[in-house]
């Protein structure tokens, strides 16, 4: 295998790593301040997040179920449903779904061809937006303007509609979480929108 190939493996191998961090692990979230200091804020994985919005079955016993009446979110109970049964097709192994898609993920960036990696991530950049879209309905935006803090204007990522990779603008802005770069990850919420749009020169967004 030559140079090219190879650096093309790799690449393709840490976006499916990345791919399943993204949907499988604890999220670490950047808050920048006025004053210049930061903070962490840690969130549960996006797929533990969608079994929490199923609904309460899960979480109580089975006396407690039988003396309640369960309410369950459909469509977190289909998305999930469609998620367990992709899972499970592409791990083929037993145990939860970050079982199947962990063993799979190793049996991808086992291989020399590139292709199964990029099928594996094609699914799961897929289904955290399917989530994400599923718990926060969101108005987004992009601005074109350099990123404040490491100054990137534009990057390249993966239409979650298509798997296509397309060039966008780096700063991207929802109504929930604010402003986040989509190159280093800064994180500006939404209190501080104004802030940032004085910084950047232009008009806030009216979310």
């Known amino acids: 295998m030559g140079t090219v190939e190879t650096r093309q493996l790799r690449r393709v191998h840490a976006q499916v790593r990345r791919a399943e961090k993204d949907l499988c692990s604890v999220t670490r979230n950047k808050v920048v301040r006025l004053d210049g200091s930061t903070t962490w804020h840690a969130a549960p994985s996006l797929l533990n997040q969608l079994r929490g919005a199923v609904g309460n079955s899960g979480n109580r016993g089975t ?14 109970l289909d998305l999930l449903t469609d998620i367990t049964h992709g899972a499970y097709f592409m791990g083929q192994v037993s145990g939860d779904i970050e079982n199947c898609l962990r063993h799979a993920i190793r049996w991808a960036t086992g291989q020399t061809d590139p292709d199964p990696a990029q099928w594996i991530t094609a699914h ?14 969101l108005r987004r935006f992009h601005v074109a303007a350099p990123c404040p803090e490491c100054g990137t204007r534009m990057v390249w990522h993966t239409d979650p509609r298509t798997g296509d990779v397309v060039q966008v603008p780096a700063l991207h802005v929802d109504s929930v979480s604010g402003c986040t770069c989509l190159h280093c990850g800064t994180e500006w919420p939404v209190t501080h929108l104004e802030h940032l749009a004085a910084v950047l020169g232009c008009v806030p967004l009216p979310i």
């Open 124 to 137: 799961l950049i897929r289904w955290a937006a399917s989530i994400t879209e599923l718990l926060n309905p």
């Open 63 to 76: 006396a407690a179920r039988s003396m309640r009446p369960t309410v369950v979110n459909v469509d977190a």
